[in-house]
């Protein structure tokens, strides 16, 4: 059994800044070796893929959307993966979440959410004036 907790989601103003975490909290997995990815679901949409991080290399992907404003990083030591998203839009408006593959390579899976087989409960952001 894993469990992802998604952290940091808030209602923050157009142009702003968040920082979102993904901890896996009963260590059965260690999120080094498994490739991370971030999603995200607008009401009235379908699920979409933001980013994903190689277990393997640490190597990054990016939605084009968020390309330059986005940024993935993991931490080791606290089993968490980081995503920060700067220049917010209100289109970046969703609920976002972090899924494992249990693979070691993001380009192997993502950005198919359906490929993905662990998932936490999801973060909600809301870019608004």
């Known amino acids: 059994q894993v469990q992802l907790v998604e952290s940091g989601g808030e209602m923050v103003q157009p142009g702003g800044s968040l920082r979102l975490s993904c901890t896996e909290t009963?260590?059965?997995?260690?999120?080094?070796?498994?490739?991370v990815g971030w999603f995200r679901q607008a009401p009235g949409k379908e699920r979409e893929g933001v980013s994903c991080?190689?277990?393997?290399?640490?190597?990054?992907i990016y939605a084009d959307p968020v390309k330059g404003r986005f940024t993935i990083a993991r931490d080791v030591a606290k089993n968490t993966v980081y995503l920060q998203m700067n220049h917010l839009l209100p289109e970046d408006t969703a609920t976002y979440y972090c899924?494992?593959?249990?693979?070691?390579?993001?380009?192997?899976?993502?950005?198919?959410?359906?490929?993905?087989?662990?998932w936490g409960q999801g973060t909600q952001v809301t870019v608004s004036s």
């Open positions: 991080i190689n277990g393997a290399d640490g190597g990054t």
């Open positions: 899924a494992t593959d249990w693979l070691k390579y993001c380009k192997d899976t993502w950005p198919i959410p359906s490929n993905f087989g662990s």
């Open positions: 009963i260590q059965r997995m260690r999120l080094e070796i498994y490739s």
